[in-house]
């Protein structure tokens, strides 16, 4: 049997038929005795060796070199920084298993999507490629820090960040606080299907991100994602009132408790929904960007386990979001499952004690049962308002890492810093 090169056009005879396609790399977690082939319709197929006849190769592999060309700068249109921190948006398919890794140059978004050059010029840096879910406290102080740097640029008009979606409502949040003062919009973007796949949604984000981050008049953090499963438009929500609410639609990002900013079609129109937010200016963005690590996020349940409390004191946790049900009940009376004792002995053991609520629609009360009495009163857990559990875990974090004792944090958290914290929670938000 002839010993093909992955990429070269095959010709795969079996005892059951006969295919033609290319010859692709086996995923490494696959079985090894089955070999990869990439047909003219796009998809692939596995065919197991036993079953091959004869090979006979077609056209061997020819790499394509690509030239990149430097894109000339336009002086009729405004100047967008997009930073590339990975994700789906810049991925492609990785053949060790099968899946998607972070692996597009952002320079690569303006080869893949020429018509970008004709909303604004754009100065690309690639500064990390990893998933979402493998950020941390310092990858948000350092893309803040990036952010920071490219605000200051008198020359640009506003900053395109991408990176993945499974956590873009945590990193909009972490530099909602940890940037302060904005003076330009800083529009976070992504996409739900890798850029490779003719489904993405990864062009039109990018494209309404440009013209959001050129043209929006807000100088706020907000995400720009699909509006509808088709290319309706992308809608703007703010950053620290998003969240991804479904694993794979390309409407998965919807604002919860407020309307969104405003809506974008890759024509350049923005239609502005909600005029609450603050307008561009002359400040000078201040950066706060220090976060306490040891913060938790605990799910509450029915029979939960007190010990799951007691594993955050003994670990000297700083900060407890508990995610409790409805208006912020938690286990009280259970002879055995209230965490009322753990919940006192976490706060006198110095630790920040938030509830939020597992609802994400509406706000937590802290005084309308005799439980949530017993939790803010008596004890002097603070209640998060209708803010989401997710942007109440980073600013716990940041509230500590910013705050010279408890006093001073729990005084910072309570304070609506960058729109975390509605008055007023109007009908038509609902499900928006």
Same mark, same amino acid.
């Given at each position: ?20 396609? %290319? ?37 061997? +592999?020819?790499?394509?070199? !690509? ?101 873009? +409502? ?55 994602? &699909? ?19 479904? %694993? ?80 912020? &009940?938690?286990?009280?009376? +259970? ?8 919940? !006192? ?11 939020? %609520? ?75």
């Amino acid at each position: 049997m002839p010993n093909p090169k992955h990429g070269d056009i095959v010709k795969i005879v079996t005892s059951e038929e006969t295919v033609e396609g %290319t010859l692709l790399p086996r995923p490494e977690i696959l079985d090894p005795n089955f070999i990869v082939l990439k047909l003219d319709n796009g998809y692939n197929i596995g065919i197991d060796k036993k079953k091959i006849k004869k090979t006979t190769v077609i056209s061997p +592999h020819k790499p394509r070199t !690509e030239k990149k060309e430097k894109v000339k700068h336009n002086p009729k249109l405004p100047t967008v920084a997009l930073l590339s921190f990975g994700g789906t948006i810049s991925s492609k398919i990785d053949y060790k298993t099968g899946g998607v890794i972070a692996d597009y140059d952002a320079n690569d978004f303006l080869t893949m999507c020429p018509e970008l050059k004709d909303i604004a010029n754009i100065e690309v840096k690639c500064l990390a490629k990893i998933m979402s879910e493998d950020m941390d406290y310092n990858d948000w102080a350092f893309m803040a820090k990036s952010i920071k740097k490219e605000l200051e640029n008198d020359n640009i008009s506003g900053v395109v960040v991408t990176q993945g979606t499974d956590t873009l +409502h945590f990193s909009t949040a972490a530099i909602s606080f940890a940037l302060q003062d904005l003076n330009k919009p800083v529009i976070f973007t992504a996409s739900q299907r890798s850029i490779d796949r003719g489904s993405s949604d990864a062009f039109m984000n990018m494209s309404c991100s440009i013209i959001a981050a050129a043209r929006f008049d807000g100088a706020v953090v907000a995400t720009c994602m &699909h509006g509808t499963t088709n290319d309706d438009y992308c809608i703007l929500n703010r950053g620290t009132k998003v969240r991804k609410m479904h %694993t794979s639609r390309r409407d998965a990002f919807r604002p919860i408790n407020e309307l969104p900013l405003a809506k974008v079609t890759t024509n350049g129109k923005i239609e502005v929904i909600n005029k609450n937010y603050p307008k561009r200016n002359d400040s000078t963005p201040i950066l706060k960007d220090k976060f306490e690590h040891k913060i938790g996020l605990l799910q509450i349940h029915p029979v939960i386990d007190p010990g799951l409390i007691e594993y955050f004191i003994k670990n000297k946790y700083k900060g407890i979001i508990l995610n409790a049900t409805a208006l912020g &009940h938690v286990p009280t009376l +259970h002879k055995t499952n209230s965490l009322i004792p753990v919940i !006192e002995k976490a706060i006198k053991a110095g630790i920040l004690v938030v509830i939020t %609520t597992q609802t994400l629609y509406g706000r937590t009360h802290p005084y309308v049962y005799t439980n949530l009495r017993k939790l803010s009163v008596e004890l002097g857990c603070v209640f998060a308002e209708d803010m989401l559990s997710e942007t109440a875990f980073i600013k716990v974090g940041w509230a500590i890492g910013n705050s010279k004792d408890i006093k001073e944090a729990k005084e910072l958290f309570s304070t609506n810093i960058a729109g975390e914290i509605n008055e007023r929670i109007t009908a038509d938000t609902f499900l928006y």
